[in-house]
């Protein structure tokens, strides 16, 4: 008798999930609340974890094939300009065989759909997922319907996840703004990072005509945390040209405002005939730009696991030991990296510069060793 899977979520973890199940020939169900689950978002960077993930669920050359350029050259900056860090792009394309590459979110959900050979998705809002003697009952807007296993994969939000484990974001003290800069506004095939006091401005090179950022501000400095972008970009007048220049290549209407959260580390990866994926299961700070890679490794690994052992509450428990770990590592470091960055006091901010500086290139390398996986050669 033929498995079915119902996949709770039609983003990144849902459509990776639904690779997985389509390398594996099982039948399986997207759910999605969204009217339409490919639109909106800005744009999401794929490290070579990402890429070497989208190869093992069998589409290796969509990363490449939706972007149009690679990321070459970037690094981390002072407010002034003053160069803090290069990113070993060139050691990590001999290390793992490709350079990062930054494409906009819905060209690349689109690309994943139509691997997936464009799947009916049923446009419901899941509200519970009940684990039956053999299989699960999911239940929502659309009814209750069994399946043999499901994968809640809907997001940091999750209603699903709630009767599982009832956890709630946690907030951080700042927030971001998101947009895509049109016209040639920065040097193709470069992605950089500014950081000042309480601030922060970020941005990769999508292809020569256009670049995704995002920007970053304390509450403190915007007098709370509902101030509108229209506040938030006046401290960014100061900033390298680069900054000015995708912020004025922009309209104010198309920016994207973004309350930052994560989930605190210790949500469970699986629970008898359910796993949890993405966001769903350990939703991190962007800081790093790994959210959507740590999906991809998700579904990954989940592919592998049942490969060998098949669908069974056995294999999902294998699954969430593989990945417990890494998830929360991960989700440390984001968090922490992110609360250092945004340090707002003048003497403190020099401080963290002159560090950063000074250590960056010497424990760099192992750091990206860790933010990568196990995808590298030895």
Known sequence: ???????????????????????????????DAAADPLAGGAAITLWPNALRALSELGIGDLGSG???NAITQGGIATDWGAVLYQLPLDWMRKQYGCFPVCVRRDVLLLAMYEALSRPKIAHARVQT????????MVEGSHGRFAYDAAVIADGIHSQARHHIHPVQPRPTRYTAWRGMAQGPVVDPATMWEYWGEGVRFGYASISPHATYWFATVNHRLLGGQDASWDVARRLFAGFPAPVRACIA?????????HRVQDLPPGCPMAQGRMVLMGDAAHAIT?????????????????LYVVRNVGISPAAFRIYAAQRRRRVREMAYATRQFGDVMQWQNKGIAHMRNTVFRIAAPIAGRLLWRRLLGSTGRP
């Open 286 to 302: 962007p800081n790093l730009g790994f959210g959507g890679a740590l999906a991809m490794e998700d579904a990954a690994t989940w």
């Open 249 to 257: 290549a922009t309209p104010d209407a198309d920016v994207l405002r």
């Open 66 to 68: 939706v972007a149009a």
């Open 1 to 31: 008798m033929t498995d079915r899977v119902a996949i709770i979520g039609a983003g990144i973890a849902g459509f990776a999930a639904g690779l997985a199940c389509r390398q594996l020939d099982i039948e399986f169900q997207l759910f």
């Open 129 to 136: 997922v009940l684990e039956q003697t053999d299989g699960v």
